[in-house]
């Protein structure tokens, strides 16, 4: 295997967030389609569209594209927030990282409580 292809595992350092804190954790802008610096911008973004949008807000696209609450879910996992794993590789353009939510369910708690502090 070459070295452009070799996959590293992440160690990730567990935290106990409170919703305050999950909204304030940064998101990195080049990986959210909401291109929010922080889960707070992400949410009023996300709520924004909705208000613009009305009758032809997306639910499944919001931004565009599928599976838009797995940038909230991969910045939970990255924060520490809610178990999963983590890994990079370099694509041949740069390092990327991944992330995989292994808990969804409390992922989806820790949010509603985190809107709810909004």
């Not at 696209?61 to 599976?67: A, D, L, Q, R, V």
């Not at 969804?104 to 502090?117: C, H, N, P």
């Amino acid at each position: 295997m070459s070295d452009e292809l070799a996959v590293k595992a992440i160690k990730i350092k567990y935290a106990k967030r409170t919703p305050a804190e999950v909204l304030d954790l940064p998101m990195n802008k080049r990986r959210n389609d909401a291109k929010a610096s922080t889960v707070r911008g992400y949410l009023v973004t996300l709520l924004a569209t909705l208000w613009d949008k009305k009758d032809s807000f997306s639910g499944k696209h919001p931004f565009g594209n599928s599976g838009w609450e797995h940038a909230i879910y991969d910045t939970l996992v990255e924060h520490g927030a809610v178990r999963g794993s983590a890994s990079e590789y370099n694509d041949g353009k740069g390092i990327v990282r991944e992330y995989q939510c292994d808990d969804t369910a409390k992922a989806d708690k820790l949010i509603a409580k985190a809107i709810q502090a909004l």
